[in-house]
């Protein structure tokens, strides 16, 4: 480690794959596509989703708060739940105001909304509920996370698009380095399978339209790809001042020693073809953490399944280790795309697969894009050792977030 380190010391992640750290990490190792018809987009063009099985949002946080939040606030209430006890910490003895909350969300869950809004159009007015503004608000996600647990120090959500969960943690990095907190519970959640969700991105010609086989639709790299799958989740990571660890004397599971920001400049959805920004922001993760390429020994791609992003992202990482290529994984095959949470639950995941010496499988990866020279990890899970890793966010309006872990 570094002296700018900052220790992960707790990981809480709720996906598709399943509730908690080790059900999730089961399931995207095991490198099965989790996609399949849904419910609540029957109808629809795009009519298929992922979503977190078996979730009891009730039985875990009990019913009247389930009453009273969204879906994507539910998701982040369980996940830094768990990160906060596997970081053995306890909210009635930690000092409150030291302990920062930062959570990102690309929107929030529209339930409220579709349900106001349809008693609306009904003028039903006096039916909507009072709960709709305080369970909708995006920053409600930090605030609720910020009561349940007691943490008063800085709460704030942040809102990069797909890039927001790895923007929050970068920003909770800053604020512990700057001194302001000793502890901060980072990460981000989304839960977007709704019917404007689904309609909202195939109008944009962004989802895979594979209805037949909705299993095989997310295949990040493939030359067959043709869209991501909407899909929800949370990842959450306490992070800690690396002195305030040890003296807790903690298991401490890996480092985040850098985090690069940048912006494309270009379009409202299309990344920049050369991808300058994307490279911007590895460059500057790896520039803070004093590294260079040859330090970078995996990578958990951003890896859509899209046909332009997943063409330029795999360029730019082709070029940029030309000389080391590290293994790849995106574990949006098996899980779909969280969106907002993206950035965080694959953060979780390079901070494990660090610690397992493990990199997962990119799920539905036939035939590699022709012309990408990457060694992106297919089939089953890769023994591989390595002490550095990347964790690639990028989203629309060309805001990318780029995390690289130290092995602890």
Known sequence: MTARDIAVTGLGLVTPAGVGVEESWAGICAGTGLAARDEALAGLPVDFSCWVPDFDAAALLGRRLTWRIDRFIQLAMVAAREAVADAALDKEAWDGP?????????????DAWADAYAKLVEGRVEA?????????LPNMVAGEVSTDLQA???????????????????????LLRAGTCDIAIAGGTDSTRVPMGSAAFYRLGALSRRRADPA????????????????EGAGVLVLERPEYARARGVRIRGYLSGYG?????FHATSPRPDGDGA????EAALADAGADPAD???????GTSTPQGDRIEAE?????FRSSAPPVTSVKGVIGHTLGAAGAVEAAVTVLSLERQLVPPTANLDRLDEGVAIDVVTKEPRAHRMTGALSNAFGFGGQNAVLFFRAA
């Open 316 to 320: 730019l990482l082709g070029a940029l």
């Open 98 to 110: 030291r302990v920062a909350v930062v959570m990102g969300v690309a929107s929030n869950g529209g």
């Open 279 to 282: 490279r911007r922001a590895v």
């Open 128 to 136: 909507i509920s009072p709960t709709t503004l305080t369970r909708s």
């Open 261 to 265: 920001a940048s912006a494309d400049g």
């Open 216 to 231: 095989v639709a997310s295949r990040p790299f493939d030359a067959d790809r043709d869209g991501f799958v909407l899909s």
């Open 296 to 302: 970078v020994h995996h990578v958990n791609a951003h």
């Open 152 to 174: 008063t120090g800085p709460c704030l959500t942040t809102s990069t698009a797909c890039a927001s969960g790895a923007t929050a943690i970068g920003v909770a990095r800053d």
